[in-house]
Structure formats: C-alpha cells, structure tokens
C-alpha cells in the first residue's frame, strides 16, 4: 500500500470521450439525443482559467491589484473544451 507509483502518469488509464444523453426530453428517431464529453488536462485548464482572470485594481493601496475570474466565462470555456 505504501507504493505510490500507480498514481505516475505513466500507470495511468488513457482517458476516453463519454457519450452521455444529458436529457429524455430531446430525441432523434426515437432515442435521446447524446453529447460526447471528454476530460481535459490541467495545463488546458489553467489555459483557460487564465484567459478569464483580470487584475483589478485594491481601492486605496497604489500600485496592488487582486486576480479575479469571470467564473461564467470562465465555465462557458470550460463545457466548450470538455465538448467533443
């Protein structure tokens, strides 16, 4: 149990995309239409995560900003990158 070289990405599954019918209620030819999703890895994701920061600027203290994320363009970017 102490052998924590299965969790190096080399012992790692290869990810797949997913066929998934998020709902019954949007079907073609009887059967519920189906996204195809895909897992996407953290250097994509700090990608886009900095895409949606800004530095805005601290009332009162020149010269200091704070990051902030636009967390809905921030998830908007998201689902279209997870979304084959």
Known sequence: MSDFSM????NAAK???IKY?????FVVDGKP???EIKAIDSDLDELIRKECSK???IA???GQYN???DSDKYIGK??????V
């Open 67 to 69: 990051q902030e994320t």
């Open 7 to 10: 969790f190096m990405a080399g």
């Open 78 to 83: 998201l689902c279209v990158a997870c979304t």
């Open 33 to 35: 239409v189906e996204w």
């Open 15 to 17: 990810v797949e995309t």
């Open 21 to 25: 019918a998020a709902s019954k209620r």
């Open 60 to 62: 009162g203290k020149r």
């Open 55 to 57: 530095r805005v600027p």
